[in-house]
Nanobody
Framework: QVQLVESGGGLVQPGGSLRLSCAVS????????MFWVRQAPGKGLEWVSS???????YYADSVKGRFTIAGDNAKNTMYLQMNSLKPEDTAVYYC?????????WGQGTQVTVSS
């Protein structure tokens, strides 16, 4: 059974850092594209970052230079290190993948950036 479970969200002041985790089960995450997507209050889904099975990473312009996506094959876990956080980063963050044409999502983790 495919499962994705995010954790690591919370309340942080502007300029602070958080590291989100996405623990996966039911498949080997390093064999598939993996994504971080977020949804700010009252807005639609926004792609944040991706990691290719070979390790190439991609970022939205809004987070480039501040966020880093990475994976730990031994733990079957993906991470999103978020530095220099801004109020506009406030959102629910989801990890996501597509396996054999089906999309799988975690339950999301809330990130709130506020003083």
């Amino acid at each position: 059974q495919v499962q994705l479970v995010e954790s690591g969200g919370g309340l942080v002041q502007p300029g602070g850092s958080l590291r989100l985790s996405c623990a996966v089960s039911g498949f080997t995450f390093s064999s598939y594209w993996m994504f971080w997507v977020r949804q700010a209050p009252g807005k639609g889904l926004e792609w944040v970052s991706s990691i290719h099975p070979r390790g190439t990473t991609y970022y939205a312009d809004s987070v480039k230079g501040r966020f880093t996506i990475a994976g730990d094959n031994a733990k079957n876990t993906m991470y999103l290190q978020m530095n220099s956080l801004k109020p506009e980063d406030t959102a629910v963050y989801y990890c996501n993948t597509v396996l054999l044409g089906a999309a799988y999502w975690g339950q999301g983790t809330q990130v709130t950036v506020s003083s």
